[in-house]
């Protein structure tokens, strides 16, 4: 395919512009070497596509022969997801991996091959392209993602996802595309939400640990010119008073399984997940006993849920006024999003609504008071980033 161009220069300017040549054997060719361009993509396509599928066949049976010949005690260890994961996504990567090896040497030959013809052609128009060529490829990395959101139909092929003539069927409403949201404790990840994302997400963490990660981020961020939004995912409790509160928290705490909190703390133990790791770490050395409040690992905050392994780990725990000097808490370490969830659903959701949210100022543009009498607030609260409690 690399050659075309030589072909393409030959009709034009000997056989269509000077008539030096004949036209039709020439187009003749052209096409001959079309065909071959298909016939040999097609079956470096088949090929790689059939040799990766069944180097994952065979991996799958070596993983299932391995879990045949281990002992019921390794099995207890085992964590149903770790294996899915082990025998689904990461297989799938290797065959995806091996499936873009002929594509990769493919490209790369077809790129030296043109840059060969292009300097035997016009040595002056193949370095202004490569001048330019830089740049265009550091705006299609920085703008691909949103294409999808102008309803442009793409095809792309990348580590993990591959997509063809993809196209949204639903016109996003934000423009040019909606807030994205990210959460992850890891260097990828925080490096990730740096560059691409507008809002960053946390679990609920102890003020000092949120302030010192959603920092991390923010000296990535500035590093590269941007300027995020922060959010914190969290359960609450909330009844009339503290008391009646926590002694909701104490119910739920005596319905959780004690047989399978064992299981859930191992599986987090060798979880690879840093905020996993984070949120374990708030329980470590707590006695896990029959009092659910030996679990506050920060004013009103509870990681009994922790012990469930699923889901958000902590709670906020309190009356609505309680709840809301934390919120404001939150708030003022630089968190101006909230997702929330309670249990049971419909009836904490009507508690926040009618309780919490008339002790929260959601005025704009006007100074917010802590509604504790010896701290003071010093920003101004958004009130469409704190609407998304709701």
Known sequence: MG????????????????????????????????????????????????????????????????????????????????????????????????????????NLTLLVVAL?????????????????????????????????????????????????GAQLQVESVQQPHPEMFFAGSSDPAISMAARQMQTY???????????????????????????????????????????????????IYDKFDKSKIEVALKVRATSDSVGVRRTTELIEGREIGADARALEVAPNLWAGYTLTGKGPGTALVGSPRTIADRLLEYYNAGIDTFILSGSPRLEEAYRVAEQVFPLLPFEVDKPVASLRSDRSLRAILDTKALASAG
């Open 3 to 106: 050659v075309l161009p030589l072909l393409q220069k030959v009709v034009l300017d000997d056989a269509v512009l000077s008539s030096k040549r004949p036209l039709l054997p020439w187009l003749l060719l052209m096409l001959a070497f079309g065909v071959a361009g298909f016939v040999l993509q097609y079956q470096r396509r088949y090929l790689a596509a059939r040799t990766s599928l069944d180097l994952q066949h065979e991996l799958r049976l070596a993983i299932q022969r391995r879990l045949h010949v281990l002992d019921f005690a390794r099995h207890d260890q085992l964590s149903t997801g770790d294996l899915m994961s082990r025998a689904a996504g990461d297989v799938t990567l290797v065959q995806m991996f091996v499936n873009q090896v002929p594509v990769l040497v493919s």
């Open 116 to 164: 060969v013809v292009m300097l035997s052609l016009s040595p002056l128009l193949s370095l202004v392209i490569a001048v330019f060529v830089p740049a265009f490829f550091v705006l299609s990395i920085r703008f691909r993602d949103r294409q999808l959101f102008s309803g442009e139909q793409i095809t792309f092929e990348g580590r993990y996802v591959k997509a063809r």
């Open 201 to 251: 997400l946390t679990w609920g963490e102890p003020v000092a640990m949120a302030v010192e990660k959603i920092q991390r981020v923010k000296d990535e961020a500035q590093g590269l010119g941007r300027t995020l939004r922060y959010g914190m995912r969290l359960h609450l409790i909330i009844r009339d008073t503290d008391d009646e509160a926590w002694a909701a928290t104490q119910r």
